[in-house]
T-cell receptor, first 114, second 114 residues
Framework: SQTIHQWPATLVQPVGSPLSLECTVEGTSNPNLYWYRQAAGRGLQLLFYSVGIGQISSEVPQNLSASRPQDRQFILSSKKLLLSDSGFYLC?????????????FGDGTRLSIL | AQSVTQLGSHVSVSEGALVLLRCNYSSSVPPYLFWYVQYPNQGLQLLLKYTTGATLVKGINGFEAEFKKSETSFHLTKPSAHMSDAAEYFCAVSGASGTYKYIFGTGTRLKVLA
């Protein structure tokens, strides 16, 4: 069966520090991968998605970047965090390119910026 | 363009009462529709999905939803609420083949009263 792992579960970082959040998927190949941010009461905001190694699509211009160095690894990064980067970050995967397939989510990372 | 509207950001029901969470969508192509549940500090878990075929879809934990094209609705129901159903629920839509994005509603927080 397929599983998705995100870490760390919680993170407290000072303003201006760098960020690296990692997501890995097991039990499938060539998944579509997604990063979302969830702010309280505002639903899910799509940040990035990737359909293959090295292929990243950005949805919102911001202080963050994403990379996909391996087929089942998706990394969210920042060089300098802002207060507005606080939130709950979710990684998700989807099987293949069929839009009738559901997304499957990791357990998320709670990021607090001080 | 696709969109999703969840009516009622907060819904309260008594234990044992009917649960009805509303979702209306807008889509220029036949939609694929999903309901997810999120417990505190966790990721989203798929409850059920509609792709094609039977318009009444049964999911996990006793939930079901009915796709009504004429009403552009996909409301989530459960005959009898349980305390463990207290969570946030998200409706999502995706569209034509080759679409990578999912549009999520802003969520409905369900409270179950003893």
């Amino acid at each position: 069966s397929q599983t998705i792992h995100q870490w760390p579960a919680t993170l407290v970082q000072p303003v201006g520090s760098p960020l690296s959040l990692e997501c890995t998927v097991e039990g499938t190949s060539n998944p579509n991968l997604y990063w979302y941010r969830q702010a309280a009461g505002r639903g899910l905001q799509l940040l990035f998605y990737s359909v293959g190694i090295g292929q990243i699509s950005s949805e919102v211009p911001q202080n963050l970047s994403a990379s996909r160095p391996q087929d089942r690894q998706f990394i969210l990064s920042s060089k300098k965090l802002l207060l507005s980067d606080s939130g709950f970050y979710l990684c998700a995967w989807r099987k293949g390119e069929a839009s009738n397939q559901p997304q499957h989510f990791g357990d998320g990372t709670r990021l607090s910026i001080l | 363009a696709q969109s999703v509207t969840q009516l009622g950001s907060h819904v309260s029901v008594s234990e044992g009462a009917l649960v009805l969470l509303r979702c209306n969508y807008s889509s220029s192509v036949p939609p694929y529709l999903f309901w997810y549940v999120q417990y505190p500090n966790q990721g989203l878990q798929l409850l059920l999905k509609y792709t094609t075929g039977a318009t009444l879809v049964k999911g996990i934990n006793g939930f079901e939803a009915e796709f009504k094209k004429s009403e552009t609705s996909f409301h989530l129901t459960k005959p009898s609420a349980h305390m463990s159903d207290a969570a946030e629920y998200f409706c999502a839509v995706s569209g034509a083949s080759g679409t990578y994005k999912y549009i999520f509603g802003t969520g409905t927080r369900l409270k179950v009263l003893a």
